[in-house]
DNA sequence: CTTATTATTGCAACTTAGTAGCGATAATAT
DNA sequence: ATATTATCGCTACTAAGTTGCAATAATAAG
């Protein structure tokens, strides 16, 4: 039971506050890949991926499945603020030219049908970003 | 060059039309393994997804990512009323229990901002559906 | 109908993402 | 200072999806 287990006391450690600074500069989400790159520290695949499924367990991040099947986990300042939990009901976009993906303002009002129970929502639109866009024109 | 090409002509073989009508036929998205159980024809998983990728290019069938990560193919009723190729400016809902992965009508209004261009939409909700959630209460 | 063209298929090999087990290390509590 | 146990790195594994190439078969041309 090394994962999660709700009882489990988390510890302070070097990587964990390194990936959690990162990620809260970023104005945008990071996958296991771009992680690795811009720490340029030593750290395992592993570790990475079960910080970074810490942080959301603790509500601290969330994940966004990018078209690309990769994961992305974003701070994400704007969810921060309605709960204390992450909420997803927002859009996300991902560039299909710089591979930058983040997190629009734009909610989105779901409205299930009758016995419908929805847990994770995943709102994803990929395209050109206004950087990217600017530059092609 | 064998994957597109948009010159390229099709041929019908039976793997195609097996494919195509299972797809029609279901009320639901299939990813590669739903299909290789459902037809019990010996199929190699290459052709399957030369085949699906072929629908996609064609707009027969439209590729949700789900939130495992894994590509589901649907053909989507919906959708094609609305136009000749496929539309995805609608929800689609994935259930934990059974694992079904439906289109919703509800269309999603996006508002994406200034100098943005959004070219795929991938709106997915999990949770639990209609029929799991009946049973479990 | 026969032949030529080339789309399609299967196979083998490969890449990449993500996970699981396990022993070693190190953060916290006592 | 010591015990507890969360964390880490390593190895190995699974599963998804892709690519190249040779063999097969659907269509077009004669």
Redesign the pocket.
């Given at each position: 039971?090394?994962?999660s287990?709700d009882?489990?006391?988390?510890?302070?450690?070097?990587?964990?506050s390194e990936i959690f600074d990162l990620l809260q500069q970023s104005n945008h989400a990071l996958?296991?890949?771009m992680i690795t790159e811009a720490l340029n520290?030593?750290?395992?695949?592993?570790?990475?991926?079960?910080?970074l499924?810490?942080f959301c367990e603790d509500g601290k991040v969330h994940k966004i499945?990018?078209d690309?099947?990769?994961?992305?986990f974003a701070y994400c300042e704007n969810c921060k603020k309605i709960k204390n939990k992450h909420s997803h009901k927002h859009l996300h976009f991902r560039c299909l030219s710089c591979g930058k993906l983040e997190c629009l303002k734009q909610r989105i009002d779901v409205d299930l049908p009758m016995g419908y129970d929805g847990k994770m929502y995943n709102f994803l639109i990929s395209g050109y970003c206004n950087t990217c866009n600017a530059v092609t024109e």
């Open positions: 039971m090394q994962l287990s009882n489990m006391k988390r510890r302070n450690t070097q990587f964990k996958n296991h890949e520290l030593k750290i395992d695949r592993t570790t990475i991926y079960r910080i499924n810490s499945i990018g690309d099947g990769k994961q992305y």
